[in-house]
C-alpha cells in the first residue's frame, strides 16, 4: 500500500507493509525511529522498532539515508507531535543501499544533508525528486496537469494533439530548432532532407488548433513546445509545455473572461489537491503564498489597454531600467510593476501595437493595434498570452505580406478565412509559468523535472 493510503484510509491496529526510501533514522538505546517517505504524498510515515532483533543488526546498519526498504508491523497512534500515526515495526529488509561513505567506486549517496541549494540539486537531476522541494514540485505538476484537462472537459472542449515537427515558422515567435537527417555536408540541401523541405520543432500549436476549432467550436492543445531562446531568464525554457485553447464565435472579451475563470480555477485546485505541496512552499520557497493565491482566485481581474498601461509607466520611468514607450513591447520590470504596484494583483493587458504582435492577431478598427491580450501576475509577469484571430481574408493577407512572408505559405490558414470564417479566440498558458507561479519557485528551471535551455540538455 502506498504511504498516502495508509496515513489516510487505514484502520488503527491494521497490520501494514510500507515500502519506500529512509529519510532519517534515530538511534536509541533499545530504540530505532525510521522516517520513510514514497513520494505518493508530501508526508512519510514513522517506523518504530521498540527493542529490535539483534538478527537485525545488519539491516540496522546499512539502513542510511536514501536506502529503499520494507518495513512491516501495525500501525499505531503516535506518541510523537505532528503525526497522528506511526508503525509498530516488527520486520525490516533493506532492498537496496544507499552508503553514507564512499564505498569502492560508488560514491557517497549525494543527498545526506537535510538542506541543498537549488543550483546542486539541478546537477542531480535524476535524484532531487526524493527532496521535500522537488517531489512537491512534482505532484503539484501532476495535479495541475489533471486539473487543466478537467477545465476544459468540464466546459466541452476538446483535446487536440497538434503536430510537434512542423514545415513553417507558425508566429515568427522566437527562433525554432531545425529538424533534419542531413548530413553537414549536406546543409541546405532542403530538397533533399527527409520531408523534402526545411523543418523545425513547433513553437505553438495554434494555427492547426485554429482549424479544429473552426470545425469542432471548442478545442484545446497541452503539449511540448520549444524555442531556441539564448536568453538566460528564470522563466524561459527551451523545451516547455503549453496550454492553448481556441474557441469559435468567441471575441476577445470572451477570451479575457476564459483565461479569467481558468487561472481561478487552476488555483482553487491546487488550494484544495496540494494542501501539503503549498503549505510547505509557503514556510520554506514563498512566505505568504497560499494567501495571494487565495485572493488571486477571488479577485476581479483588472483589465488595462496597452496605450493605458504604458501611460501609467511613463508616469513613473525614473523607477525602470528600460524606458517604457507606446510602440515597445513591456518588459519584465513594467509587467511586474503593472501587477504589483499598480493594480495589486493579476492584471490583462489589451490591444497592443500591431508592429509588436503577431501577424494572425485581428486588427482594431484604429489600424494601429490589435486584439491582443496578456495576462500578467504578480512575481512573475506574463502567463498567458492570447488575441482575438483576424478573420478577414484581406486583412489577414495584408498582414502576411507586411510581416515579410507570403500568403502562398499560408494558403491552408487562410483558407479558413475564405470559407465560412467566424470570429475566434484563443490563448497561451506556459504550464511552467504556471507551475512557478502557484509553487513560488524562482527558477523555471526547477518546475520541469529535466530543463532543457541554451547549453543544458543532460540529465
Ligand atoms: P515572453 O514575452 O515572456 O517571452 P512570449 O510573449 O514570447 O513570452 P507567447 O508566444 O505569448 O510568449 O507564448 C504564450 C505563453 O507561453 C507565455 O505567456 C508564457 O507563459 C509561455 N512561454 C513563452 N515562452 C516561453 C519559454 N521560453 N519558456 C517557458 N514558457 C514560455
Ligand atoms: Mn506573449
Not at 530505532?32 to 540496522?60: K, R
Not at 473572461?257 to 514556510?283: G, N, R, V
Not at 504556471?434 to 520541469?448: E, H, K, P, W
Amino acid at each position: 500500500m502506498l504511504i498516502k493510503n495508509i496515513l489516510t484510509q487505514s484502520p488503527m491496529s491494521q497490520d501494514v507493509e510500507i515500502y519506500g526510501w529512509v529519510r532519517t533514522k534515530r538511534e536509541m538505546k533499545n530504540l530505532v525511529f525510521v522516517e520513510v517517505n514514497d513520494g505518493s504524498c508530501f508526508a512519510g510515515i514513522q517506523a518504530t522498532f521498540n527493542e529490535p532483533d539483534e538478527t537485525l543488526a545488519n539491516e540496522f546498519a546499512s539502513l542510511t539515508t536514501g536506502a529503499s526498504v520494507k518495513i512491516t508491523g501495525k500501525l499505531v497512534a503516535s506518541p510523537a507531535s505532528g503525526q497522528a500515526v506511526e508503525v509498530a515495526a516488527v520486520s525490516l529488509a533493506v532492498l537496496g543501499k544507499a552508503p553514507a561513505e564512499t564505498d569502492g567506486d560508488i560514491p557517497a549517496y549525494p543527498l545526506q544533508k537535510k538542506r541543498h541549494s537549488l543550483e546542486f540539486l539541478r546537477e542531480i537531476a535524476h535524484l532531487r525528486a526524493r527532496t521535500n522541494t522537488f517531489g512537491a514540485v512534482a505532484r503539484l505538476r501532476s495535479s495541475m496537469a489533471f486539473a487543466i484537462h478537467r477545465f476544459f472537459k468540464e466546459r466541452d472542449f476538446q483535446y487536440l494533439h497538434t503536430p510537434i515537427i512542423t514545415a513553417g515558422d507558425c508566429e515568427g515567435a522566437g527562433a525554432m530548432f531545425q529538424v533534419t537527417t542531413l548530413s553537414a555536408k549536406e546543409a541546405g540541401q532542403w530538397a533533399k532532407d527527409f520531408f523534402g523541405k526545411q523543418t523545425f520543432l513547433t513553437v505553438s500549436g495554434q494555427l492547426e488548433a485554429e482549424t479544429y476549432a473552426m470545425a469542432l467550436s471548442r478545442v484545446y492543445t497541452f503539449g511540448p513546445t520549444f524555442r531556441a531562446e539564448n536568453s538566460n531568464t528564470a522563466r524561459h525554457l527551451a523545451e516547455f509545455w503549453m496550454v492553448e485553447p481556441e474557441a469559435a464565435f468567441a471575441d476577445l472579451k470572451d477570451n479575457m473572461d476564459l483565461a479569467e475563470e481558468f487561472l481561478k480555477y487552476i488555483i482553487k485546485s491546487a488550494l484544495e489537491e496540494c494542501a501539503d505541496e503549498l503549505a510547505f512552499f509557503d514556510t520554506h520557497v514563498e512566505k505568504g503564498i497560499i494567501e495571494s493565491l487565495g485572493q488571486t482566485a477571488n479577485a476581479k481581474f483588472t483589465h488595462v489597454t496597452y496605450t493605458d498601461a504604458v501611460r501609467e509607466l511613463e508616469k513613473n520611468k525614473s523607477l525602470f531600467e528600460f524606458e517604457p514607450r507606446w510602440g515597445c513591447d513591456l518588459q519584465s520590470e513594467h509587467e511586474k510593476f503593472l501587477t504589483e504596484k499598480i493594480a495589486g494583483g493579476p492584471v490583462i493587458v489589451t490591444d497592443y501595437p500591431k508592429e509588436i504582435k503577431a501577424f494572425y492577431m485581428k486588427l482594431n478598427d484604429d489600424n494601429k493595434t490589435v486584439r491582443a491580450m496578456d495576462v500578467l501576475v504578480p512575481r512573475l509577469g506574463e502567463i498567458i498570452g492570447g488575441s482575438q484571430r483576424e478573420d478577414d481574408y484581406e486583412k489577414l493577407c495584408n498582414r502576411i505580406k507586411e510581416a515579410g512572408m507570403s500568403p502562398k505559405d499560408y494558403s491552408w490558414y487562410l483558407d479558413l478565412r475564405r470559407y465560412g470564417t467566424a470570429p475566434h479566440a484563443g490563448f497561451g498558458l506556459g504550464f511552467e509559468r504556471l507551475i512557478q507561479y502557484i509553487s513560488g519557485m524562482a527558477n523555471i528551471r526547477d518546475v520541469i523535472p529535466y530543463p532543457r535551455a541554451a547549453g543544458q540538455a543532460g540529465l
